[in-house]
Structure formats: C-alpha cells, structure tokens
C-alpha cells in the first residue's frame, strides 16, 4: 500500500530563514505528487504539484518542490519564509492509474516568527 | 464560480446514532472524494463518487456510506457512531475522475461523537 511520511512534525523559523520540508513516499509505480497546505482557518489548497517532466517544479508564494525519484522524495522548499506561511502543510500522493485517492502524510506545521 | 461547500460546520452526536454530511461540488465538477482528518493527522481518504456512482473505497468500514445526485451534491453518512469517528470530515469535488486532475477541499465538518 502506499503510504506518505513527513519527517517534521513541527518546524519553527524566525522571518527571512529558509525553509524545507521533508517528504518521503513509498510506492512503486508511477506516481503525482502534491503539496497542500491549511492556512489557519481556511481550506486545503494546493501549493504545487508534480506529475512528469522537469523534477523542480515552482507553486504559489515563492514555494518549490524537487522530485527525486531515487530517493522516493518530494521536498518542499522556500528560499525566505514570511510570517504569513505559517499554517500546516501535507505531501499527498496518488498512483499514476484510475485510482484517484490523494494519500496525505501527518503533516507538518510551520510557525514563523517576526 | 462558487468553491466546494460543505454541511454542517459542526455537529455533536452520541454513540451509536446517525449522520449525514452534505457536500456541494464546484460548478461544473463531476467528481466528488470524501476524506476523515482525524487531530494530528493528515486526511485518510473514504471513498469517491463519479457520475453517481462509488469509484474507489478506502480503508473503512461499511457503515460509512455514501450517495451522489445527478446534480453532483454529495453525501456522506455514517451509521452506528463510534467515539473514534470525531474528526473533520473533508469533501473535495474535482472536474473528473483520474489522478491528474486536481481536488478542491471544502472547510469541513467537524463531528464529535460523545
């Protein structure tokens, strides 16, 4: 079965730090691969996602992923974080076939300081 | 364009009752996923409905239930209530099946099982 795992439970940073968020998946076929995130009190919404071609691809608010697809990674990055990023972020999954369900990982959340 | 909308906001039950979640999808999707956020976790996906019909099940049992309408409203309902079924239950509509097309959450519903 596949399954997602997010190695940070909960990453603090101060304004202007980099930021990246680990993301493991286990599957062995094809996957798409998505970042989604909860803004405090608002819906999930998607950051980015990867499905093929190029393996660095760029989302909302100045965030970027890398598919590495040796290592079974999605790493989300952000070069300068803002106060405004704070809220929860998932790595979810799907298989490349007619099943449609995203497998999301635990989560991480990311508290920025001013 | 209306976003995916989802109701009630909240609702208490008590063991062993019944509840039904409704879920409107986005203007023109056809396809609607229900997911259980339980606290801490990343959304564990139940089932999907397209076209009226269940297209893929998760890993729950069968007193969750689902209906679509041909005007592609969803409903979840859950019978025999368990303590352990208090979470945030997410509707996410998508313009058609297949794992390319990208899924739009609602805000959810939060049930409490007492």
């Known amino acids: 079965a596949q399954s997602v795992s997010q190695h940070n439970h909960h990453v603090i940073l101060s304004e202007a730090a980099s930021l990246e968020l680990g993301c493991n998946y286990s599957?062995?076929?094809?996957?798409?691969l998505f970042w989604y995130v909860q803004y405090p009190g608002q819906h999930l919404q998607l950051l980015l996602k990867?499905?093929?071609?190029?393996?660095l691809v760029k989302g909302i608010k100045g965030f970027e992923a890398e598919f590495i697809k040796s290592k079974f990674s999605f790493n989300l990055r952000k070069p300068s974080v803002q106060w405004s990023d704070t809220a929860e972020y998932f790595c979810a999954v799907t298989a490349n076939q007619a099943g449609t369900a995203l497998i999301f990982g635990k989560g991480t959340t990311l508290s920025v300081s001013s | 364009e209306t976003g995916v909308t989802q109701s009630p906001t909240h609702l208490i039950k008590t063991r062993g009752q019944q509840v039904t979640l409704r879920c409107s999808s986005q203007s023109g999707h056809n396809t609607v996923s229900w997911y259980q956020q339980a606290l801490g976790q990343g959304p564990q996906f139940i089932f999907q409905y397209y076209r009226e019909e269940e297209n893929g099940r998760g890993n729950f049992p069968p007193r969750f239930s689902g209906l679509q309408f041909p005007n592609y409203s969803s409903e979840l309902n859950v019978n025999a209530l368990e303590l352990d079924d208090s979470a945030l239950y997410l509707c996410?509509?998508?313009?058609?099946?297949?794992?390319?097309?990208?899924?739009?959450f609602g805000p959810g519903t939060r049930l409490t099982v007492l």
């Open positions: 996410a509509s998508s313009l058609t099946s297949g794992s390319y097309n990208e899924q739009f």
């Open positions: 599957y062995g076929g094809t996957v798409n």
């Open positions: 990867y499905f093929s071609g190029d393996p």
